[in-house]
């Protein structure tokens, strides 16, 4: 009988009027800092034999990922679809490079630990203070990367992942500094080994939670923390509607829910005004910006053909 919809397009006003638009000079200063020291991560931790700096810079590899991912969101979301054929505009992106970040995760996950498997009983050697000027050199990149991102993290979701990113990185720097002084005051290299074995696990537990809300995203779940009964009993309540179904809500990309309904309507009731109300629920007590509704009366009996 009818259709209503509530549309969050991105802001006319540009990158100026996103959110993470506004942070995005934030985002490419983090991810060239930590880009940078990455290489320089990579290079010490092969050059002086510590796992855990190579257990780090794997980590640190994630992190660029996860601030490049950022930054291309920031810009799509501004960008206007110019094909014809992405009704949905390209806010997957980053949910696609997530999943990317996800793979780097595990393969460093994995290597790290077979290695630090593999030196188990063995004696390693490991210049110690190539690890401390290093890994304080991490921690001194992360913190800066942190008071940059700590502002944006509070406005946009998708600078707020960039921030939990460098935060979890910031322990891994610590981790590093603390195996060179466990290994310089004992002289035993497998504090190094231990302390890799530890990022190792670190990251792949990060990498399987990271990873679960990836696939919960592409296979368009209800979006987590919110409830479908809410919803529907939110719908429900709405003056003029009887009942609810076809409902479905879900994710389309970080921050940015969607859900469609029908909605059957009382005798007499006036169909424009539902709409609306509905609209204004599902924004306001689910922050559900973007919502495509159907009004039905009780002898619309089209969805009864429906076979799924």
Not at 20 to 49: D, I, M, P, T
């Amino acid at each position: 009988m009818g259709v209503g919809h509530g549309h969050g397009h991105p802001p006319a006003g540009g990158p100026a009027g996103h959110a993470g638009g506004r942070h995005r000079w934030r985002l490419a200063v983090s991810f060239a800092l930590v880009a940078a020291f990455f290489v320089v991560e990579l290079v010490a931790g092969l050059l002086s034999g510590s796992l855990a700096l190579v257990s780090d810079a794997g980590h640190m590899a994630a992190d660029v990922v996860a601030l490049g991912a950022a930054l291309v969101a920031t810009r799509i979301a501004t960008r206007a679809d110019s094909t014809g054929r992405r009704t949905y505009g390209s806010y997957r992106a980053e949910v696609f490079a997530s999943g990317l970040a996800v793979l780097i995760m595990l393969g460093v996950a994995v290597y790290v630990v077979v290695a630090a498997v593999g030196r188990v009983g063995e004696e390693v050697e490991v210049e110690t203070g190539a690890m401390l000027v290093v890994g304080a050199l991490g921690l001194a990149v992360n913190l800066v990367a942190l008071l940059l991102l700590r502002a944006g993290a509070k406005e946009s979701l998708n600078v707020k992942g960039a921030y939990l990113e460098v935060v979890a990185d910031t322990a891994g720097s610590v981790g590093v500094i603390a195996a060179g002084v466990l290994v310089a005051a004992t002289g035993s290299g497998v504090w190094d080994t231990a302390v890799a074995f530890l990022i190792g696990a670190f990251v792949a537990v990060r990498a399987v939670l990271l990873g679960r809300e990836v696939l919960a995203v592409l296979g368009q779940h209800v979006p987590a923390g919110m409830e479908i009964d809410a919803v529907t009993a939110s719908l429900a309540a709405v003056p003029g509607v009887c009942d609810v179904h076809d409902l479905h809500v879900w994710t389309l990309t970080s921050g940015m829910n969607v859900a469609t309904a029908h909605l059957v309507l009382t005798e007499g009731a006036d169909a424009a005004a539902t709409l609306r109300a509905g609209q204004a629920a599902l924004r306001e007590d689910h922050a559900i910006e973007h919502a495509t509704l159907q009004v039905e009366g009780h002898r619309w009996d089209a969805c009864d053909d429906v076979s799924w």
